[in-house]
């Protein structure tokens, strides 16, 4: 597979599981604090988009040679409140610079 269509499904996965936990975090509160609905498919929506997130994420750690901490944690950044935006760019903007210009990488991080 290569890098570039990966590096673009993982910054749409990331952004994805972001937009969708903080949804959930806010149906949470709204079901907790005010007796709000049911947060039963937002929760699935989540977790349906965080296992794509999980397996891109591993695949594109495995195609950039992170080591085993930099993988968990940016792994763990699709369950964290607004972590997920921030690995985002700093993933797109180290992949952008350790891809060959051949990949189109620089196009596809934006940089």
Do not use: N
């Amino acid at each position: 597979m290569k890098a570039t269509p990966l590096l673009g499904w993982y910054r749409a996965l990331a952004v994805a599981t972001g937009v969708a936990l903080l949804v959930f975090c806010g149906f949470m509160v709204a079901k907790y604090a005010f007796d709000g609905p049911d947060t039963t498919y937002v929760a699935m929506l989540h977790g349906y988009l965080y296992i794509g997130y999980f397996i891109v994420t591993f695949l594109l750690g495995q195609k950039l040679k992170w080591p085993m901490g930099r993988l968990v944690l940016t792994l763990a950044a699709g369950c964290i409140p607004f972590l997920s935006f921030v690995f985002e760019r700093r993933v797109a903007r180290e992949a952008a610079a350790k891809l060959p210009a051949g990949d189109g990488a620089r196009e596809t991080a934006g940089v």
